[in-house]
């Protein structure tokens, strides 16, 4: 009895294909050129969302009552019309090109760029853009002089000095700079700067042939001291971070999210006033469809069969590892892990789950065959050990383990795949780049695809995992401590070094041939961008050697699951070496690759090079960097738009799979029919999934073909287009792949 009774699937792949396009999510708020089309205007009133930053699992920080939206409108206008007379003031008195004077060994300006942190203090900052202006008693402008700092910070400016001091002069300032890129055409990227410390000086202490500024410290992407993990130093969102969200990423959160949280907030109303009159079903209602709801509508029962949980188990948001049995090659294994010692609460079940599979050749998707839970599947025996397994012969008891094997899998993929594998892996890239690269083409390749993620990544810390706010402590087993160890570990197992997509099992996979495919493109964009710019890449090959050091000295130990087995209960051995060979298949983890030993812990990433100069690098040098930089944009767009857009499919609906299942009050626990609620989130944490489920999939902008900000070389995109029908095949719309991990 493994599907529902009068399970008639002959029209189910229509039906699915049918859903997938009605409950598709697309953003279209932008022009050609990024700028958003929607204009606030106080005739609308509508609720105004300031920034992903005042989101809130309970109540974000929304403005809604008509005085505020006024005065807030007011604000807008009063910005836009500031912004409009500084690009005036900028037309009207530009910054033109070439250096002001002519007698350039008379002086100089010298100093050294460091870092402002108190970890980072009196470190130099390599490469920083620095330049000494004039400007006149007529609001003119006039460079005096322009350069970098050198490996050590150093920079010395010769400038002309009469001209410094000429009387037309009224006021001088050092400025220091990251240099920014945007293409208006392929392979042809304009620079501009943002500037990151400004220095006044006094035109009359310029009297000798050398002025000395001293250390000019610069608050830019710092480490956080407080965490183990490679995150940015972030103490104020909206007053310290080291970037911004661009305009058409907050444009399109209010666009899309605002109605989903005045949906989150009519619900806490109704719950406050009255507990008991919203149901899980009204709460499911209120939100838009998502896959399964659309699909039990028109197809009842389907989305419980088996047919359709091996489908999404093996292309859905969970894409998970298939690893083929030694004794009968069409019978696979899959092994989501549990509790394994994490912090966790005593209110919500999850236990390992081991599956096996059947998977034949050809078009088939993956007919289940059993599943075993490990561990407490009720609130009487929390023995870690126990099991019971499942098979289609248990008829509803088989439909029950499938919903558990839902749930923990939603989980797993939530803080495994989604949280740690791309936004915290992307992050310490981010990091690293942005700390390093400057004047190196690679800045060009990577920059565009590492943006943001620091500042999604610092509000997911409040509203996804911290113990006091965050809705996994929340709404699952793991605890906020529980959730940083499996963080840790997790990234623990990530490298860039040999990674490869996952192989396909048959040609249903369409995950595999998707991710392969991805990878093939982005592999071949990248070794063609570094043999069009391989000469930059050579002279400033110092800041490829920095970003390295930075990328192993940050990045976690490396995890060892199966490390000292004789220090483990005889039970655990076993355990512990299954799910290292498990992780390892997983996440491509090399147990046997060198690893750095720093502080005494091997680091998971390896170094690109230890060569300062490219004179001095190794023969493998050059092909570390192309892998890393196609790993790094890898994990960022594909592996992070997979995951994250079918979250609203897999995780769209409460009963269907959650994060966390309660032990409740029945003897069999987790092993219950949907219809007992005691199980199922209580309507609080229902509402807030669906809020959740629908952030995570329908706040799209930034995409790699669309290119709005204009700063991803729009070969990549031509590229990724040429495969679009083949794409398409797999299930993926090339279209809706973004450019970077944003939300």
């Known amino acids: ?34 700028e958003s089309i929607y ?41 836009r019309i500031t912004k409009d007379i500084h690009a005036e003031v900028r037309r009207l008195f530009p910054r033109r090109p070439g250096i002001w004077g002519k007698h350039f060994t008379s002086a100089s300006i010298v100093g050294r760029t460091t870092y402002a942190g108190r970890k980072d203090h009196g470190q130099p900052i390599h490469h920083l853009y620095v330049e000494l202006w004039a400007r006149t008693r007529w609001l003119s402008w006039r460079r005096l002089a322009q350069g970098y700092s050198g490996h050590d910070g150093s920079f010395r400016l010769p400038y002309d000095l009469r001209e410094a001091r000429a009387r037309d002069v009224g006021s001088i300032r050092l400025e220091v700079s990251q240099i920014r890129h945007r293409y208006v055409g392929e392979d042809h990227p304009e620079s501009f700067t943002v500037v990151a410390a400004v220095l006044p000086i006094s035109k009359h202490d310029l009297v000798g042939m050398e002025y000395n500024v001293r250390d000019i410290q610069v608050d830019l992407w710092a480490y956080r001291t407080d965490t183990e993990l490679p995150r940015t130093k972030i103490s104020d969102h909206d007053h310290d971070a080291p970037e911004a969200y661009v305009d058409g990423r907050n444009d399109a959160m209010e666009d899309q999210f605002i109605p989903i949280e005045l949906r989150k907030l009519k619900h806490l109303a109704q719950l406050d006033a009255s507990p008991g009159s919203l149901s899980i079903q009204d709460i499911q209602d209120d939100y838009p469809l998502n896959l ?19 489908e999404r188990m093996m292309n859905g948001m969970n894409a998970v590892t298939f690893v083929q049995d030694r004794d009968e090659p069409t019978h696979y294994w899959v092994e989501n892990w549990g509790y394994q010692g994490y912090d966790h609460n005593e209110i919500y079940a999850f236990p390992t789950t081991l599956m096996k599979f059947e998977i034949l050749p050809g078009d088939h998707a993956p007919r289940p065959l059993s599943i075993t839970l490990v561990g407490p599947t009720n609130a009487y025996d929390r023995s870690p050990y ?19 094997a839902r749930s923990v899998g939603g989980l797993i993929s939530e803080v495994d795949d989604h949280f740690a594998r791309t936004h915290l892996n992307t992050e310490q890239y981010a990091l690293a780049a942005n700390r390093n690269l400057r004047r190196n083409p690679v800045a060009w390749l990577l920059l565009p695809h590492l943006k943001e993620v620091s500042l999604v990544d ?59 495919l991805f990878w093939d493109v982005t592999y071949d964009y990248v070794s063609d961008f570094v043999e069009r710019n391989l000469a ?7 800041e490829i050697y920095a970003m390295s050091e930075d990328l192993v000295n940050h990045s976690v130990p490396v995890f060892r699951c199966g490390f000292n087995l004789d220090e483990l209960p005889a039970i655990e051995v076993e355990i512990a070496r299954r799910r290292n060979s498990y992780f390892q298949t997983r996440f491509g983890f090399h147990e ?80 219950a029919p949907e219809s007992d609620l005691r199980i199922a989130p209580d309507p609080l944490r229902a509402t807030q999934m669906m809020w959740w489920s629908n952030l995570l999939s329908r706040t799209e902008y930034g995409f790699i073909i669309r290119n709005e900000d204009g700063d991803v070389n729009p070969r990549y995109g031509k590229m990724l287009e040429a495969h679009r029908e083949e794409f398409a095949g797999y299930g993926l719309d090339i279209r809706l792949v973004e450019s970077r991990t944003n939300i």
């Not at 309970?58 to 809604?64: A, T």
């Not at 990530?494 to 099992?505: E, F, G, I, S």
């Not at 890449?537 to 110092?542: L, N, T």
């Open 536 to 542: 930059g890449i050579r002279e400033h090959w110092y």
């Open 292 to 310: 399964t709801t659309c699909i039990e509508r028109k197809l009842p029962g389907y989305t419980r069969s088996d047919e359709f949980f091996g």
């Open 386 to 404: 126990q099991q019971r397994t499942f098979t289609p012969e248990d008829g509803e008891w088989w439909t029950y383990a499938k919903r558990v």
């Open 39 to 79: 204009k606030r205007e106080p005739p609308s009133m509508m609720p105004i969302l300031p920034s992903i930053n005042h989101l809130a699992l309970d109540k974000s920080r929304i403005f809604s009552s008509k005085t505020t939206l006024i005065f807030e409108y007011l604000a807008t206008a009063y910005q």
């Open 592 to 671: 046997l690759d060198y690893r750095p030993v720093i502080d005494g812990h091997e680091r998971i990433c390896s170094p690109v090079t230890t060569a300062k100069h490219f004179v001095d690098a190794g023969p493998d040098d050059l092909d570390n960097l192309i892998e890393m930089c196609c790993y790094a944009i890898h994990v960022a767009t594909f592996q992070h738009s997979w995951v994250n857009e079918k979250q609203y499919e897999d995780i769209g609906e409460v009963l269907y799979s959650c994060l966390g299942l309660r032990f409740g009050e029945g003897r069999d626990g987790i092993l």
């Open 458 to 516: 610092h509000t997911a810390d409040r509203i996804l995992v911290s113990q006091e706010e965050g809705y996994i402590p929340r709404a699952s087993a793991l605890t906020g401590l529980g959730l940083q160890q499996r963080v840790k570990d997790t990234l623990g197992l990530l490298d860039w070094k040999a990674y490869r997509p996952m192989t396909p099992v048959n040609d249903h996979h369409s995950y595999a041939k998707a991710e392969t």
């Open 1 to 34: 009895m493994g599907n529902p009774p009068n399970g008639d699937w002959e029209n189910a792949e229509e039906v699915c294909e049918e859903c997938l396009r009605e409950t598709k999510i697309i953003y279209d708020a932008v022009d050609g050129h990024g």
